[in-house]
């Protein structure tokens, strides 16, 4: 790795800087290399590769990261303008972020899902994005399939204990990764290249088989073994945070606003309750009468056949929403590249709902995806219409604006016309979480302000029922990790407290048990986005414009808040 150091970069220095950066570290991560579009890295097609994770490779990415820490600390800010401050900053952080993970956290020595995973990122990218010829990307799935065996000798390798959680999860995926090479991946190959993939596959799935026994025959850890720890949680939570609040400061501010949200929405429910219940008397309460009035909502759902056409029908909704609205909301991306699929299969353990899936910042001209996650055809009635109660006719259109337009897609389609490269590249691989999800929430919030589907008080409390949501990840978050909340008490939050269908909070806690110090983002970054417009109004008065607003904070890409704040002169 050749790093450009110097402690006062010119702005071309810095850019060298910024691309040596993001490009050494794709080359580490020829998975993530794919998936924003860069494919090669000197003689090497990263296309064709997986990332190391043996002995060697764990080395070269420690010395890859405390490199770059040590470099990155040699740069003084004051030196550069606020573009370059902004991404220094960011890659200081990922740098540490990185090492935090490989030195303290060692995932990579516990958590079978990193490695089932990537597999299937490693697969299923070159099959669904179409960046070359479709021989071309059959041909580096091959290479892949060729890699399986060896990358899961490193994982089983690697991998000394796990909680059962994570081992559960791993399996399941795992089976995803089975079905995705004997079915989709099978069933497209080139007719001239069928013996080569076939005979590829076979190798990989006798390997993947192999990694699901030594996964099953990991030591147990312990039940509570997931949990990280208040000391690990702190640090990582500063990190993934960009230092906006403390983990104390977040709760704080949940559970405060907790009882503020749930107030207002009985204030909105009351007069609803009256037109629904006309004759009932029933007890002054919030969760009674909340309660009532959004189980006339759940009833308002289609069946499982009509789900995925139904999300559909929302998608084109929210699109022509938005064409409508550009001067409250922002002018539509000027690509119209987006897809709905079902979720693949390997990925269903975290996205139990859906997800979002960008098109390459580097190609962005190749498909983006809206992911909504199929419900099973073997799950008992009770399954079913929980999951169809939790996603009704509001429900899934509060999932589509979240997930979709004007959410992820058009946040990621506005980054992607960043200039230079580097900096484009830099700011969609590492950029804030805090910055996507509070986006996503607060232009849920934008939107039903604009009018979409009437702004009904029915779309007013399921707007607020997914606030309530957002706060409810972010204690579920903080007091599983740093505390001992307990399964019990984490449902009795999420079903009694914040209204949510027993399906989606069953998913909802094994979510939290997969992951660390993301699920607060969605209620801080709102948060964030909220000060942010309310701070700008009050400095530019009747000049302030919404849609001006909305394009330059989008034009930014995902940096930390504060650099955000900082770009806007606050």
Request: with cysteine; net charge neutral.
């Amino acid at each position: 790795m050749t790093l450009v150091s110097c402690s006062s970069p010119k702005p071309k220095d810095f850019n060298a800087l910024t691309r040596n950066f993001v490009e050494s570290t794709l080359a580490l991560s020829p998975v993530a290399a794919t998936s924003v579009g860069y494919h090669k890295h000197g003689d090497q097609v990263l296309d064709s590769l997986l990332d190391d994770y043996s002995t060697a490779g764990i080395g070269r990415q420690e010395q890859h990261w405390k490199g770059w820490r040590k470099t990155l600390s040699a740069i003084n800010p004051a030196t550069l303008d606020a573009e370059s401050r902004a991404d220094l900053e960011l890659m200081k952080s990922q740098a540490e972020l990185a090492i935090l993970e490989l030195d303290d956290i060692r995932n990579w020595q516990r958590n079978p899902t990193l490695y089932v995973e990537l597999i299937g990122n490693a697969l299923f990218t070159p099959y669904s994005v179409e960046y070359a010829a479709a021989a071309d990307r059959y041909r580096h799935i091959i290479a892949r399939l060729q890699a399986v065996p060896a990358f899961c000798e490193a994982a089983k390798a690697n991998l000394k204990s796990a909680p059962p959680v994570w081992k559960r999860v791993a399996k399941e995926e795992n089976d995803g990764n089975l079905a995705l090479i004997n079915g989709p991946l099978l069933a497209g190959a080139p007719a001239e290249m069928k013996a080569e993939y076939e005979a590829a596959a076979k190798t990989a799935v006798a390997a993947l088989e192999g990694l699901s026994q030594q996964i099953s025959g990991l030591k147990d850890e312990g039940e509570e073994s997931w949990r990280l720890g208040s000391e690990l949680y702190k640090a990582k939570f500063k990190l993934a945070m960009g230092g906006t609040r403390t983990p104390e400061e977040a709760l704080e501010e949940a559970e405060a606003d907790l009882k503020a949200i749930r107030k207002r929405m009985f204030e909105v429910a009351l007069p609803l309750h009256h037109k629904l219940y006309p004759t009932h008397r029933c007890p002054v309460d919030v969760n009674w009468i909340v309660g009532e009035v959004m189980e006339k909502l759940a009833q308002r759902h289609v069946t499982p056949a009509a789900y995925f056409g139904e999300a559909q029908k929302t998608l084109d909704e929210t699109r022509a929403f938005l064409a409508a609205n550009t001067g409250k909301l922002v002018a539509p991306p000027p690509r119209d590249n987006l897809k709905l699929i079902d979720t693949p299969e390997f990925m269903r353990g975290i996205y139990a709902v859906g997800g979002f899936n960008p098109a390459p910042p580097l190609e962005p001209q190749l498909g983006a995806f809206y992911w909504l996650t199929p419900i099973p055809k073997d799950w008992p009635k009770e399954r079913v219409e929980s999951k169809l109660r939790e996603y009704n006719e509001y429900g899934l259109r509060i999932l589509t604006i979240h997930e979709a337009i004007p959410g992820h897609y058009v946040q990621f389609e506005y980054a992607a016309s960043i200039e230079p490269a580097p900096r484009r590249l830099l700011r969609s691989i590492f950029g804030s979480g805090v910055y996507i999800e509070g986006w996503a929430v607060y232009a849920t919030d934008v939107m039903l302000e604009a009018g979409y589907h009437g702004n009904s008080p029915e779309m007013q409390l399921t707007f607020m029922k997914q606030l309530l949501r957002a706060i409810a990840n972010t204690i579920l978050d903080i007091r599983l990790h740093t505390g001992k909340m307990t399964r019990e008490e984490a449902l009795e939050l999420m079903v009694k407290r914040t209204f949510q269908e027993q399906e989606e909070a069953v998913a909802k806690w094994q979510r939290a048990q997969l992951s660390v110090c993301q699920l607060p983002t969605y209620y801080s970054g709102y948060k964030e986005w909220k000060r942010l417009r309310a701070d700008l109004e009050a400095k530019e008065k009747d000049a302030f414009s919404p849609s001006a607003f909305h394009e330059k904070a989008l034009k930014a890409g995902a940096l930390p808040m504060k650099q955000i704040r900082a770009l806007f002169g606050l």
